[in-house]
Antibody, heavy 123, light 112 residues
Framework: QVQLVQSGAEVKKPGSSVKVSCKAS????????ISWVRQAPGQGLEWMGRIIPILGIANYAQKFQGRVTITADKSTSTAYMELSSLRSEDTAVYYC????????????????WGQGTLVTVSS | QSALTQPASVSGSPGQSITISCTGTSSDVGGYNYVSWYQQHPGKAPKLMIYDVSNRPSGVSNRFSGSKSGNTASLTISGLQAEDEADYYC????????????FGTGTKVTVL
């Protein structure tokens, strides 16, 4: 089964950008979709968007549209999530999570998850 | 699109059964059999416990079961054990134009 390993914690200034990586191993990268989910301190989970690497298609939650970019590098089996115009409310743990990609089917679960990356936005 | 509604907390004694509800709308929980449940221990990543309403992934204890009626999905934990103490989140596919998946508000399960 695929395993996901994320990049390390980041501290950013308000107004800057952050790019978090998620490297997959143990599976065929193109057989999966990668979603990004964030969790603010003491809060619940929030879906931000996903990418289908084999198609190069990304979908975003409207809340983050224009601020988030999700990409994938098939050559290194790595997905990226870049969030711009950071504000204090973006302080959270950001998770990547995979799901099997099955054409013409809806796969609605996330398994497995990366270990999470803490992004702290502070002046 | 609002988060799915879960009770903030549920508790039970070891050996008992508890049920966590997850209420949405006909655009998400009620409209599709695409509800999943996740267990999250403090400081850890979520773990998939149930997918497509009632299916258990390999390796998940059969003490965990899922169901759905109308716009409300439920997760039942039978034979409650100390290690079940964690936060639980439901999730559903949604036909909303603003996002693809929506999570629940989360439920803290306490083993008394």
């Amino acid at each position: 089964q695929v395993q996901l390993v994320q990049s390390g914690a980041e501290v950013k200034k308000p107004g800057s950008s952050v790019k978090v990586s998620c490297k997959a191993s143990g599976g065929t990268f193109s057989s999966y979709t990668i979603s990004w989910v964030r969790q603010a301190p003491g809060q619940g989970l929030e879906w931000m968007g996903r990418i289908i690497p084999i198609l190069g298609i990304a979908n975003y939650a409207q809340k983050f549209q224009g601020r988030v970019t999700i990409t994938a590098d098939k050559s290194t089996s790595t997905a990226y999530m870049e969030l711009s115009s950071l504000r204090s409310e973006d302080t959270a743990v950001y998770y990547c999570a995979s799901a099997p990609f099955v054409e013409m089917a809806t796969i609605s679960w996330f398994d497995p998850w990366g270990q999470g990356t803490l992004v702290t936005v502070s002046s | 699109q609002s988060a799915l509604t879960q009770p903030a907390s549920v508790s039970g004694s070891p050996g008992q059964s508890i049920t966590i509800s997850c209420t949405g709308t006909s655009s998400d929980v009620g409209g599709y059999n695409y509800v999943s449940w996740y267990q999250q221990h403090p400081g850890k990543a979520p773990k998939l416990m149930i997918y497509d309403v009632s299916n258990r992934p390999s390796g998940v204890s059969n003490r965990f079961s899922g169901s759905k009626s109308g716009n409300t999905a439920s997760l039942t934990i039978s034979g409650l054990q100390a290690e079940d103490e964690a936060d639980y989140y439901c999730s559903s596919y949604t036909s909303s134009s603003t996002l693809l998946y929506v999570f629940g508000t989360g439920t803290k399960v306490t083993v008394l």
